[in-house]
């Protein structure tokens, strides 16, 4: 599973491995970096190379990317879609699936809070793939959270347990989800 959270300065990038106990292993996690004083097709570009690279040397079966949303920065918003765009364009031409997942469905899916902040994203992730420090800069602890939040989806896109009522965690995912749908 790959995830992707997309940006034109810095798009991070994550690889796990999801066990059907839902139990994560990182593969990988990294920054694609594009200066910010270059032409947008170059930091476009440089973009494309470097999820390519993970593409090829991790071979995952989805890609995962943060959905863009409306910011009061016209420029940011622009620079998102567009590094999104270029990992869809990536998963298609990859023949891998893509699925888009809100930063709140996010936040819920790893922290039980979808208005959690990104320390708090950041601890969790650490904490559920076994890290010794924060997945840092936040891009790449996000990158990893979008991963772990489609991995976690169940087939119907709700979480289901086999155990039992779902844990307060799942229902704030699932009402996520549900916001996100509207």
Known sequence: MLGIDPGLTRCGVGV???APDRSARLVYVGVVRS????R??????????GIREVLAAH???VLA????????NRNTVMGTAQASGIALLLAAEHGIPAALHTPTEVKAAITGYGGADKRQVQAMVARI???DELPKPA?????????LCHAWRGSAGTPTTSTGPLTP???AWADAERVARR
């Open 16 to 18: 796990v491995d999801v």
């Open 35 to 38: 200066a910010a004083d270059a």
């Open 40 to 49: 947008i097709e170059s930091r476009l570009a440089t973009i494309a190379a």
């Open 59 to 61: 071979r995952p079966d």
């Open 65 to 72: 990317v943060e959905r863009v949303f409306a910011q009061q």
């Open 129 to 131: 793939l076994q890290m």
């Open 139 to 147: 891009d790449a602890a996000d990158a990893l959270a979008l991963a």
């Open 169 to 171: 965690a799942q229902r």
